[in-house]
């Protein structure tokens, strides 16, 4: 912005109504027009001269009247993105989740990761290592663990055909018989092997 | 859609098959019709034992008879080595009834104190209340009464001491004695 546009001319006389535009009034009307384009565009000047003000917020009045503001679809999909976002994130039980104020890059970023063509693949990809994990297990599966068979129930056996104490065999032992052991032994062994004639007979095992 | 189907079902139905796969066969060599033994049957094992058991005493009872009481000791000893099976309840009345005719044996050979310390050992070992271990006091009576019958011209007090010590030895094998045969009775009715 030049500050010796003819538009900041101080010394500007005001012309009549009707009076016919000069050269110079021209070059001011263009140069406004051109810095109010500039401010349409989103490109306005960082100084602006204090005489110009009023004129750009006149501007800018009359068009928002006669042109109802617009988003770009990009920027609009960045903010429903956001917003879906803090929702989300607010059910998570993540109250700092990103809200509405996010940067729009980051914004721009998740919409963009959102619309990424990976996600297919990633599933395909997971599903398959599952499939894979599933076939080295079946692979590698170790033979069936050897099952005990369960013990057969073991029948009692007949009282003469158990080893048990010899006391019912031989009795209170009397004084007069306290080293008579072979006695005692001999009843003992013949007891005892009857019992196990009649239960090796029998089919036992020895 | 189709390509990321096909590698769900198919993940799915192995790890199906996967997971179904284990089996209840028995291994093979395995016997499930063979009879099985009770622990307290009368074994091959007990019978070897009591035969040894048997021949000892019957050599120990040669030698008494053949005036070596020495080796009659040495053949009794050796029943308390013969191995029988674990558990057994003819093993604990065997040794017990070996120990009394080796403290006889002793106290005939004039050992008091080697007696004493075989009916010690033998009572120490005893498991259970029994005719054998009432046999045990009443040999230990007998000794105590031929140690008080060494000592009575010396040593009146101890002899005394001796003597009550074998009258308590004699109650105990006549209150085990009791007791089993209550305990016998008891059973046949």
Redesign the interface.
């Known amino acids: 912005m030049n500050p010796d546009d003819p538009i900041y001319d101080d010394d500007d006389d005001v012309l009549e109504p009707d009076a016919a535009s000069d050269a110079a009034e021209r070059a001011r009307a263009r140069s406004f027009a051109e810095l109010v384009d500039k401010m349409m565009a989103g490109r306005t000047p960082a100084a602006v001269p204090s005489e110009a003000q009023p004129l750009l917020e006149v501007a800018t009045a009359i068009r928002a009247t006669v042109q109802p503001a617009a988003l770009a679809a990009s920027r609009q999909r960045a903010i429903i993105e956001a917003a879906l976002a803090t929702a989300i994130d607010r059910r998570a039980g993540n109250p700092a989740g990103n809200g509405p104020s996010q940067p729009a890059e980051r914004l721009d970023a998740l919409a963009a990761r959102r619309r990424s063509p990976r996600t297919p693949w990633l599933v395909a990809t997971v599903t398959s290592v599952v499939a894979a994990a599933a076939i080295a297990m079946l692979v590698m599966q170790p033979g069936p663990a050897p099952v005990r068979p369960s013990p057969a129930p073991v029948a009692k056996l007949p009282f003469d055909q158990r080893s048990r104490p010899a006391d019912a065999l031989v009795g209170a032992i009397a004084r007069e018989r306290a080293g008579d052991a072979v006695g005692r032994i001999d009843a003992i062994y013949a007891d005892r092997l009857g019992g196990f004639r009649d239960r090796t007979l029998y089919g036992g095992a020895p | 859609?189709r390509?990321?189907c096909l590698?769900?079902a198919?993940?799915v139905a192995?790890?199906l098959?996967?997971c179904g796969?284990?089996?209840?066969?028995?291994?093979a060599g395995?016997?499930?019709?063979?009879?099985?033994?009770?622990e307290?049957?009368?074994?091959?094992e007990?019978?070897v034992a009591?035969?040894q058991?048997?021949n000892f005493?019957?050599k120990?009872?040669v030698y008494m008879s053949d005036g070596k009481p020495d080796l009659a000791i040495d053949s009794?000893r050796s029943i308390l080595a013969v191995r029988f099976?674990a558990g057994?309840?003819?093993a604990?009345?065997?040794r017990a009834?070996?120990r009394?005719?080796l403290a006889?044996?002793l106290v005939a050979k004039g050992e008091l104190d080697a007696a004493m310390s075989e009916i010690d050992a033998g009572l120490a070992q005893a498991t259970?209340e029994?005719?054998?271990v009432?046999?045990l006091y009443?040999?230990k009576g007998?000794v105590l009464q031929a140690q008080a019958e060494l000592l009575a011209e010396t040593d009146p007090t101890r002899t005394r001491e001796l003597r009550k010590q074998a009258i308590v030895a004699f109650d105990q094998s006549i209150a085990i004695?009791t007791r089993?045969?209550q305990k016998?009775m008891e059973?046949r009715e």
């Open positions: 859609m390509g990321i590698p769900i198919l993940g192995l790890a098959a996967a796969t284990s089996t209840d066969e028995a291994p395995a016997r499930v019709t063979q009879i099985a033994q009770p307290d049957a009368i074994t091959q007990l019978m009591l035969a058991a048997k005493h019957h120990a009872r009794v099976p057994a309840p003819e604990d009345d065997v009834d070996a009394a005719l006889k044996l259970r029994s005719f054998f009432a046999n009443t040999v007998e004695n089993l045969q016998l059973h």
